[in-house]
């Protein structure tokens, strides 16, 4: 609970931002959720965006990113980090908050925390730019700090960059995960403690949703064998 209490400190702060014109265009910032404290994986996405019906001002519900989005959810149950029928049971909730509120539930219950790199809401596909990448990545630090994930999963090279400052080629990546090597990169340090990220492509829209499920079908395996490798080492 005091976890809680310290995210939602951070989250009332999103929709100060005077940088950009989520709300003067009738939406809301979208803050993180899920497992809110040690989850197993933190997965960091872009942005929001005016697709994500939790973000506008209307919406009677909580926020939560990609709510209505179930391509992401699909490729996370092919993968094994959610229950194999939750699409569907969206589906049958529809755009209602009792649809928001499984989500939240299930991620809680596999030990996922869902949020993005940056947390104001864009018009349509435009990436972010830079100086707004930047300009995020204090409160995104902040709220790694409260998380404290075991492992974290960038989807796309612009919030990989954030996290870690590296460069890298995502079919590398891909090749290394098929063959059964995931490779993990240390994050900035943040309050004197790096943490692992897992490079992924982005699943939805115009990133790459197969190479980003047998990614993350590679990600599964490799952390259920976490006990066996531990047990040989």
Not at 5 to 29: F, K, M, P, Q, V
Not at 39 to 63: D, Y
Request: charged content about 20%; aromatic content about 10%.
């Amino acid at each position: 609970m005091v976890n809680e209490s310290r995210l939602a400190a951070l989250n009332a702060r999103l929709d100060e931002c005077s940088a950009c014109a989520t709300i003067s265009r009738g939406y809301r910032h979208v803050p993180g959720g899920g497992c809110s404290f040690q989850p197993q994986l933190m997965l960091v996405f872009i942005n929001p965006t005016v697709r994500n019906m939790t973000a506008h001002t209307s919406w009677p519900g909580p926020r939560f990113p990609f709510a209505g989005k179930p391509k992401l959810w699909e490729i996370l149950a092919t993968a094994g980090f959610v229950r194999s029928d939750l699409p569907q049971r969206l589906a049958e909730l529809g755009r209602a908050p009792e649809m928001v509120e499984m989500l939240i539930d299930e991620t809680r219950r596999q030990g996922l925390y869902v949020t993005n790199a940056v947390k104001c809401v864009d018009d349509g596909s435009n990436l972010p730019a830079a100086e707004r990448v930047a300009a995020g990545w204090p409160l995104l630090a902040e709220e790694i700090a409260l998380v404290q994930p075991r492992y974290i999963v960038a989807f796309g090279l612009i919030p990989f960059r954030a996290l870690t400052g590296c460069n890298i080629r995502l079919a590398d990546q891909l090749w290394e995960a098929q063959q059964g090597r995931c490779e993990f990169f240390p994050s900035h340090t943040i309050d004197g403690q790096s943490y692992p990220v897992f490079p992924c492509y982005f699943p939805t829209g115009r990133g790459n949703p197969v190479a980003a499920t047998n990614m993350l079908i590679a990600l599964h395996h490799y952390l259920a064998s976490e006990p066996a490798r531990a047990t040989t080492v």
